[in-house]
């Protein structure tokens, strides 16, 4: 046994080892992928400066600031900071180039659009929009930028497809503020972040195809937006923290003494509605492939009616909740609430699938500010700020179609040896490499891994 797993431990190293030449065209391949986007500036930007300022988004400098990128790739400083930083240019072009690539690459019927706000820690009272707000991914109240962010998410794939920076109030109440930091005479009134994302939805739903609308639980929190959506009669499921208020509708409501006013459902917190469920209740999901093998969640599914800011019942609405649990289905790690006004008829599978599809746009998130600089801007203007965002989410597309490329395109030997419901075709526990080492007469000690 020792013998086998040392030749097969050598086997795997020896396959690890990557030689320096393949990454030789990474670089000329990124330019490939830029053309169709710098040509649709016809004119308006310099074509190298265009390639470095998106290539060095998608390095591996530590900060990807401008002068940086401009070093990195040998580049004037200058031109490159003109570029980002003050001169104007028009992104419709580009951004439009690049819608029709999502379009064709991650477009599904079964799409989700979500959106979800973010926000970076800066400081000073110049760059648009920073004030001392609630940064939902720093989790605390603290000095910064917060930009509102659409996402597209279908079974092909996920990425960023649009962005909106966030204005808090003090700022639209300063004009000369406002005049400084070039903001547009259009964007200049105060909008809630709430009033951005239906803004977002409509804008990127008429021209991406999709099926649902999602966001986490900033957008699910006040009933008022939820009616708000309801009123539009498209399919959404929103998130919701786990203390909302809400009446559980299919039982029937307490018998009435005769007197007073008729008896009333009680309310219930979701996380306590949960606690009250018994095994029985939950349904058992396998939402989709993940990193690890099986993506496979815990549901439940009920009429609700929520608890609105006057303390009365809303409209009629579902609650789902997931959890999910440890590799050894043991004890539950995790808990999801969500509000949706979808038909009855929904199955309660398609609303897991949509609820785990819109987490998927806080990883795309968290890599986008990771590895592709999307925190990384020093620019004041909002022309700039404009600018470096396209340009960042033009490099997480462009790491999103490399990531593609280098997956394994033979996922099902990456599964686990316990999803039985993924390899109805082989033994349990049995790899794929095994089975092709047997058929073909090969020993098992020196069959290739």
Known sequence: MDARYTMRTHQWLDECQIAPEIFEPVIPRLYTLMKPFVTS????VAEPHANTSVCGLVSNLARKTIASMA???GHSRLPVHALIGWEAWDD???RSAWRSHVTRHVGQGDGVLVCDPSGCAKSGRES????RQWCGRLGTVDH???AMYVGDVSSKGHTLVDQRLF??????QETARLDKAGVPTAYRASRTRHQLALEMWTTNGVGLPQRWRAGDDE???????RRRRAALGERDLVAVPSHTAMRDLEPAPPASSGRGRPGQRPWHSVETWRQSRGEESWQRIDVRDGRKGPLVV???KRRVGSRTHRRQQGDEERVVVLRDRNRDQQDVVKVDASLSHAVPETPLGECARVAKAAQRIAACLQSSKSAAGVADDEVRHWTGWQQQQTRALLATWLLVRATERGKNMDPCDDLTTDAPGHRHDRARGVAVRHDVASAQGVPDATATP
């Not at 500036?41 to 308006?44: A, E, N």
């Not at 648009?128 to 004030?131: I, L, T």
Request: hydrophobic letters at 40%; glycine letters at 18%; aromatic letters at 18%.
């Open 41 to 44: 500036f016809q004119g308006q």
């Open 71 to 73: 070093d990195r790739f």
């Open 92 to 94: 419709a072009p580009w």
């Open 128 to 131: 648009g929009g920073v004030a």
């Open 144 to 146: 910064g930028q917060v």
């Open 167 to 172: 204005l808090p109030t003090a700022w639209t």
């Open 219 to 225: 957008m699910g929190r006040p009933y008022g937006f």
């Open 298 to 300: 815990e549901a439940v």
